[in-house]
């Protein structure tokens, strides 16, 4: 079974660290590729060229974050990462999240294209949720912990963002949010699949 990543996908550290909490690191090799590039090898597998993919044993595409890691756990059982409908607040909390992802991801895609072709109408959009989600998960932070469940994996995900977009400054105002994230932060999964830049 392969997962192919690059290096600073948020979605793709996600899946990385689904990997490593979920014990299938012997299982499961990992491939580094390029996205947004005719030559990648990726495309030789997922005509949508995006990461993560999973190409399983079984000769199946996986393509979407939630998708591959309800997959994944589905090898390792005993460890739930992925929420079901008895867990409705993790759910819950797995959606927002992984808006906040989304939002974050087009705000950064947003500021890496040329200044003239950038939208202020869409960074304005982005920003404005962005901030709304952040004051949501500071007003509800007494109720994070620290297991690593999609939902937390997909926070921190979106939350490590910090270091392509400084626009977001989300530390210096979302003090609970930082102790949580910090914490959270010093698992070994979330080390060895922190972005390079
Ligand atoms: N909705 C997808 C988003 C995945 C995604 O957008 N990945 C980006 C990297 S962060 C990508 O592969 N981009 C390549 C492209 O836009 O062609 C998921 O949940 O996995």
């Known amino acids: 079974m392969k997962l ?6 948020p979605y793709a550290r996600i899946a990385r660290i689904a990997v490593v909490e ?4 012997d299982r499961i090799e990992i491939e580094k590729v390029t996205v947004r590039d005719p030559n990648s090898n990726l495309l030789n597998y997922n005509p949508t060229g995006k990461v993560p993919t999973l190409a399983t044993d ?3 595409i996986l393509s979407e974050t939630r998708i591959i890691c309800v997959y994944l756990n ?3 059982p005993d460890i739930k990462i992925v929420a079901d409908i008895s867990h409705a607040f993790l759910q819950q909390l797995e959606g927002i999240s ?3 992802l989304d939002g974050i991801a087009v705000w950064v895609r947003e500021i890496r294209r040329e200044r003239h072709e950038q939208s202020p109408g869409i960074i304005e959009l982005e920003r404005s949720r962005a901030l709304r989600v952040l004051n949501y998960f500071e007003k509800i932070s007494d109720q994070l912990d620290q297991t690593p469940k999609l939902a937390h994996i997909t926070l921190a995900s979106a939350l490590g963002l910090e270091t392509r ?3 977001l400054q989300w530390r210096q105002n979302y003090p609970k949010l930082t102790r949580w994230y910090d914490e959270f932060s010093e698992r070994p999964s979330l080390q060895v699949t922190k972005p390079e830049i």
């Open 98 to 100: 992984s808006g906040l």
């Open 22 to 25: 979920l014990s299938l690191s």
């Open 58 to 60: 079984d000769g199946f």
């Open 74 to 76: 589905h090898l390792n």
């Open 165 to 167: 977009l400084p626009e």
């Open 4 to 9: 192919f990543y690059t290096p600073n996908s």
